[in-house]
């Protein structure tokens, strides 16, 4: 008994056919490659055919065109297959995939013939009108399919030879033009550019094909204006032949767009770039390549129009106006396709080709090996030159090719422009299969298709964000071209006019780090006229210079290194910044160059004030002290470079430098205390001076006092243990190493130095209960819980307040003591030869002026004015207002003098790599140190130091009016 025919026909289902019973039915007859009565592929090789439908996009389609054709052209085809399996899969390949090709096909039964010769070059033959031009155009194109669809073409050979095709057609309907006015063709000299895509050697399959047109008069004649006349008749006509033929011309690229004439001379082209072009013109021009007619006069339009071109990118605007036109193209997309566009939307072609001329443009301006219109090998110069990374342009390149073959397949169907994935299932189903997707146990082909789409979008997204914003961009656009192209003499000119003061020194740098022809010279090559800019707005051009070389031969062959400066721009020209003004940041980099990765994210130039990782860092090498000291140590380092560069870089007020910088120390004294009481003892470090009011500078040791609880313990063992705690803590921060030295100055305790380095807490009680002087409770005025045991450093705060903020304040004699020890600090403190006027620290209107003052109304007023109870300067001046203790103005003034004399002590520091207390009144240093509190390079030195003066004089006076006579 026979099976149903459905039954039957389902058999088919195996070769990839949707509806088997309309397959078995296309596939029988003259096709001869399905038995209807028997439900079997023929014996022999006609049987094998089947096979192939399985590898087509579309194979009911195929079957479908199959049977068409067979229905014109007789069953020639089927048999020719089983002497030409090659040619069978070319044929079922093109009838799988577009529908359009197929009905080429039908129409024109002889034309599968084509199919079956492997396509080498591109030619049309001989054309006589436009029918012919028409067929010979189809019949070229139908082989560049059949060569995509098997693998004989790669994605560039495909592009290639649809460009070629684009130039051949271009150039026959511009001969069937010039044959059929042949006297208009006498009056001119015309060539055809090619832009966009076809300029680039990358047109995808239905495209409008971009030109712009440029004519003269014939040799020996002068007649422009009739040359142009008979040129634009000529391009007319070209036009319409080809929008007869193929796809239409678009010349809106022209000057002027539609409103400009189709036509124009080498010089009206010449002036209207020099004059008028807008950047994206600039940037339509890095595709522009002669394509037909006269290529003479093509290569002689372009080589007029490059100088101008290389030079777009010397504008300011030039890189923001190429992100903007960016924008705008996106912004164009409508809503419901942004997701399901693979050219415009985000993550698409335009993102990849945007970021690839916008590299172009900037740097092709030096480089002369970016020149090339086509995007594939634009990228790969940009990625061989140093300018985009290794990784990140073979990303780009895989996207580039996933998304330009979804085009040609989208296009490839009803040879329709577009550029949107569909919606439709069936015809995704096509599109994925079109793509070689193949279901599996995991998921089908549609699912394989989206996740690839999806991870390469992300890439681009991820890579254009990285590289078209990328924000050394805008400093490298800002340094004129002729910067970059530089003789050794003409260098070293160039090296003077920016300011260095030993040009050959710098050459000789510069020289060191360029030379050769390795990556990591490439990207130097990049990066130093951009960072010769920044250096020269530095007081020493020359210092920051060398700083760079130092850390660059430092880390030179690490992998991150020039990756890190080129890809996140502001790297380079924050280091640059840094590098030119502090040697501080420069010795702290020297010893620790992975700490230069923070400069990439905003979010580590915040200070870390918290202690857990220095006590993680310690209890990692908890058995071995000294291991463990130079963990805290290291930590402290990267802290001191976060806050430096924070600070420098206008991150943070003098505020949070202090809070910083007391934090710090805090957490180093509290990591190697981890490990210095192995015993458990009670004992607690109690911050004094600068490092309890929160207010150190970069150099300042931490004072201190230390305190113990005994406990249980015997008085005399506890005592010990308590000195070997202490004097282990000072060894350990004291021992040699690459950081800043932290100091441990114990000499604000009871008695100073003849006085016992360690006391327990009664007897500190006992002490100040009975012996203490005025100055000592003073002293106490910055006492604060640093680290060790809370509960005794509070208990230890709680017995200071008693002492620091009397009762009843102070007596007369008190006041007369304090004013006596300052005068005597004043006198006997600043060093000889300083400039009282200049000092920051003990100079008229500095710091100790404005401390001193504010101490003395903690002491007599703190007991009654809650306010005035904090160890901070600022805080108590400003409750020492709301009292009425000194008038709004003197506060002010005295404020005013506390944060800039700070802020320039600290300045200083960082300018010079030592702990200085005295600004210059004149020199580069002075220029370094306005910079590094931020006033502007236009701020001359002379005016940063009379602000100083001024801002000194006025707190010296309101110190007189209160400290003095208060």
């Known amino acids: 008994m026979r099976e149903p025919g459905t039954a039957r026909s389902t058999r088919l289902s195996r070769y990839g056919f949707v509806d088997a019973a309309k397959a078995a039915e296309h596939l029988s007859g003259d096709v001869g490659l399905w038995d209807p009565v028997t439900a079997t592929p023929p014996e022999g090789p006609a049987g094998e055919l089947l096979e192939t439908f399985a590898v087509a996009a579309d194979p009911d389609l195929a079957a479908l065109q199959l049977h068409r054709l067979v229905e014109k052209a007789g069953p020639e085809p089927v048999r020719a297959a089983v002497r030409d399996l090659p040619g069978w899969r070319r044929l079922l390949a093109v009838l799988g995939a577009s529908s359009a090709l197929g009905d080429h096909l039908v129409a024109n039964p002889d034309e599968w013939r084509l199919l079956a010769q492997p396509l080498s070059t591109v030619d049309l033959g001989a054309v006589a009108d436009v029918p012919a031009l028409r067929l010979a155009y189809r019949r070229v194109l139908a082989r560049i399919v059949a060569a995509d669809l098997t693998g004989a073409f790669a994605l560039e050979a495909v592009m290639a030879a649809l460009t070629d095709l684009a130039d051949a057609t271009l150039a026959a309907a511009l001969d069937l033009a010039r044959a059929e006015r042949p006297d208009t063709a006498a009056q001119c000299r015309l060539a055809v550019i090619a832009m966009g895509k076809c300029g680039g050697r990358e047109l995808n399959y239905v495209s409008d094909v971009d030109v712009v047109f440029v004519a003269e008069p014939p040799a020996g004649e002068s007649d422009v204006d009739g040359a142009l006349r008979a040129s634009a008749t000529l391009a007319a006509r070209m036009i319409t032949i080809c ?231 805008e400093a490298v656009a800002r340094v004129p ?182 934090a710090v120390t805090d957490a180093t004294i509290a990591g190697v205390l981890e490990v210095a009481n192995p015993t458990g003892l009670s004992f607690a470090v109690i911050g004094m001076g600068r490092l309890g009011g929160c207010e150190m500078n970069y150099p300042s040791d931490a004072d201190v006092l230390f305190v113990y609880d005994p406990g249980d313990r015997p008085d005399e063992e506890a005592r010990r243990a308590a000195q070997a705690v202490a004097e282990e803590l000072r060894a350990l921060l004291s021992r040699p190493a690459p950081d800043p030295p932290l100091g441990i100055d114990a000499d604000l305790r009871p008695e100073g130095r003849q006085g016992p380095l360690v006391r327990s807490i009664a007897a500190y009680a006992q002490y100040y209960g009975r012996w203490s002087k005025v100055w000592e409770a003073q002293a106490l005025l910055r006492a604060r819980f640093v680290a060790g045991d809370p509960a005794l450093g509070a208990r230890f ?98 404020a005013a003098a506390w944060r800039l004399a700070t802020q320039v002590r600290n300045a200083l520091t960082l300018v010079r790599g030592r702990a200085v207390d005295q600004l210059p009144r004149h020199g580069a240093d002075v220029n370094a140190v306005a910079r590094a509190c931020g006033r502007p390079a236009s701020v001359e030195s002379g005016e940063f130091v009379d602000d100083y003066l001024r801002t000194a004089r006025h707190a010296r006076q309101a110190v007189e009016r209160t400290f003095d006579a208060g």
Not at 817 to 827: G, L, P, S, T
Not at 828 to 842: N, V
Request: hydrophobic share 45%; with cysteine; aromatic share 6%.
């Open 797 to 894: 705060i709680e017995m200071a307040d008693r002492i620091r903020y009397p009762a009843g304040g102070l007596t007369r004699e008190q006041v007369t003591e304090i004013r006596r020890i300052k005068a005597r600090v004043d006198n006997e403190r600043l060093p000889r030869g300083a400039d009282a006027a200049m000092h920051t620290k003990l100079g008229r209107g500095g710091l100790a002026d404005v401390e001193w003052t504010v101490q003395l109304f903690q002491l007599r007023h703190g007991h009654e004015v809650p306010g005035l109870r904090t160890p901070r300067t600022l805080d108590a001046l400003t409750a020492a207002a709301k009292a009425g203790l000194v008038t709004p103005a003197d506060a002010d003034a005295l």
């Open 481 to 662: 071209s002729e910067a970059w192209r530089l003789t050794p003499e003409s260098a070293r000119a160039r090296l003077e006019v920016l300011g260095f003061a030993d040009p050959a020194g710098a050459l000789r740098h510069i020289t060191a780090l360029t030379g050769g022809v390795s990556r990591t010279a490439a990207i130097q090559r990049t990066l130093l006229p951009v960072l010769l800019s920044e250096f020269a707005d530095a007081p020493e051009p020359d210092g920051g210079l060398l700083a760079y070389r130092k850390v660059s031969d430092r880390l030179g062959s690490t992998p991150w290194y020039l990756r890190l400066l080129r890809d996140e721009g502001v790297v380079a020209l924050r280091l640059a910044r840094l590098l030119g003004i502090s040697r501080y940041v420069t010795e702290l980099l020297s010893h620790d160059p992975e700490a230069l990765r923070l400069l990439a994210d905003d979010a580590e130039l915040v200070p870390r004030t918290g202690v857990d990782g220095f006590l993680a860092a310690a209890r990692r090498h908890k058995n071995d002290p000294i291991a463990a000291a130079h963990a805290v140590r290291a930590r402290r380092r990267r802290e001191l470079f976060r806050t430096a560069c924070a600070d420098l870089l206008g991150r943070l007020d003098v505020h949070a430098v202090g809070d910083a910088l007391a």
């Open 243 to 473: 929008g007869i033929v193929a796809w239409p011309v678009d010349a809106a690229l022209r000057p002027e767009g539609g409103r400009g004439p189709l036509t124009r001379t080498v010089a009206s082209y010449l002036a209207y770039y020099t004059k008028w072009a807008k950047t994206w013109e600039f940037q339509a021009l890095l595709k522009a390549r002669p394509a037909a007619g006269d290529l003479e006069l093509g290569a002689e339009w372009l080589a007029a129009l490059q100088p101008a071109q290389w030079h777009a990118a010397d504008r300011p605007e030039a890189v923001e106006e190429v992100r903007a036109m960016r924008r705008r193209i996106v912004d164009a997309v409508p809503r419901g396709e942004v997701d399901r566009e693979i050219k415009r939307g985000p993550g698409g072609l335009r993102d990849i080709e945007f970021a690839v001329q916008l590299l172009q443009l900037v740097h092709g301006r030096s480089d002369e090996s970016l020149r090339t219109p086509s995007t594939v090998e634009a990228l790969r110069a940009l990625t061989a030159g140093g300018y985009v990374g290794r990784a990140d342009g073979e990303a780009l390149l895989r996207a580039y090719r996933f998304l330009r073959s979804v085009e040609h397949r989208l296009q490839l169907q009803r040879l329709r422009r577009t550029h949107t994935v569909p919606e439709d299932p069936d015809e995704l189903r096509w599109l994925a299969a079109g793509l070689g997707f193949r279901p599996n146990a995991q998921r089908d082909a549609v699912e394989a298709f989206r996740a690839e789409w999806t991870r390469l979008s992300g890439d681009v997204r991820r890579l254009h964000e990285k590289l078209f914003y990328r924000p050394i961009l």
